[in-house]
């Protein structure tokens, strides 16, 4: 198999080096990227609705909708009031990588742009290795899905800044505990900052819509 | 990238080969083998220690329980009455693969065994590709993951021969419809058998107790 880890580090490489380049053009304009982490049906795309919905008129935003198949994220996205909205379908591939971002960004005009948020595959493992240029990853995990996942799926908490902790609505109908979830996400990275909220209710979102803002302006002063 | 995929053909042809010897010894041992899919936190494992409960004095089963990281899942399996639980940890793979699989039998005593479970890694996208020697996969989606999944993730759909339509306790709280995610499901794949349940009520749990009895009776008599 020493080939086939060969072949997959050329295409690491080749892949951190356009990362690299995407991330130096978005810092020249003082762009804030997030890399939007998560399993399948977590809430990626609703956070995005909400979030687009309460900061449009605050923030300029500009979103890269990734996914297998479908464009159903990006005409979301567009419906949520998405100014600037770009559609990466994968075709089977399991991630984005820097090359499809690279190639989105060609179609967004950039001048203004204050978020950039790239929403990735619905997929816990395949997308923590690659690096899509962006400032940080922001994990997200809902209250249906377990409270053990950042130990079975390390790499993923382990390479994000943020982890949003969604649907706590429907905590009361699982075992899931928010205290035991923050613990063994913060087992694996201690510098985690972590938010709960119900994309569903609405409860919860300012402290995230405060984090952006902060973000962004932290970026601007840079 | 013509390196890539030559590398990625190779890597799948001697998975396939494996797989067919998997096939074939299961064969002659009448086992039948089922390769659990779905995203992380779908409730692969609570549907596993549902089944052991119920079926463990009906149907001589062994389990083979795949993860990332951690061996939670098998620890699970063992306290839910499993005889023979194995463990994969694949270390950082999205996916199992027919080798893992392979290994992991080398520690199981097939004798007698009826029913196989493979549970595989939580991924909607990469376990799909990979034959484990099966003779059906297993798709379960959770109601609160969202009912356009079967489009958005078509391969797994296409690829399995039952789907699982698990926490459906939590219906009321979400927009999924079941009717919807059926039809979505069929527009890929017309012939999936399709079961609704809640393996935390327990409702809905008969009738696929039942297909895996009608599967083991077909097998012995084929």
Chains 1, 2 share one sequence.
């Not at 990362?19 to 003082?30: N, S, T």
């Not at 399993?39 to 900061?55: F, V």
């Not at 690096?131 to 993923?156: A, F, H, N, Q, R």
């Not at 205290?179 to 087992?187: D, I, L, M, P």
């Amino acid at each position: 198999m020493n080939e086939k880890i060969e072949i997959k580090k050329k295409v690491l490489s080749k892949n951190d080096e356009i990362a690299a380049e995407i991330r130096r053009r978005l810092a020249d304009k003082k762009i804030v990227a997030l890399n939007m982490v998560s399993s399948p049906g977590s809430g990626k795309t609703s956070l995005l609705e909400k979030t687009l919905t309460a900061m449009n008129d605050r923030l300029n935003i500009a979103l890269i909708a990734g996914d297998v198949q479908t464009e159903n994220d990006a005409q979301r996205l567009l419906r949520a009031g998405g100014k600037q909205v770009r559609s990466i379908v994968t075709g089977g591939a399991c991630h984005l990588d820097a090359n499809m971002v690279n190639k989105a960004l060609e179609e967004i005009d950039l001048t203004g742009v204050e978020v950039l948020f790239i929403e990735n595959v619905g997929n816990l493992v395949c997308p923590s290795g690659f690096d899509l240029g962006e400032d940080k990853k922001v994990v997200l995990i809902s209250t249906t899905e377990g409270d053990d996942k950042p130990l079975k799926y390390p790499s993923m908490f382990r390479r994000s800044s943020a982890l949003i902790i969604n649907k706590t609505d429907l905590l009361e109908y699982s075992d899931f505990s928010i205290e035991r979830v923050r613990e063994n996400a913060r087992s694996i990275n201690a510098d985690l900052e972590t938010f709960e909220m119900s994309c569903r209710t609405g409860a919860g979102l300012d402290p995230w819509y405060d984090w952006l803002e902060a973000k962004v302006a932290e970026k601007k002063g840079s």
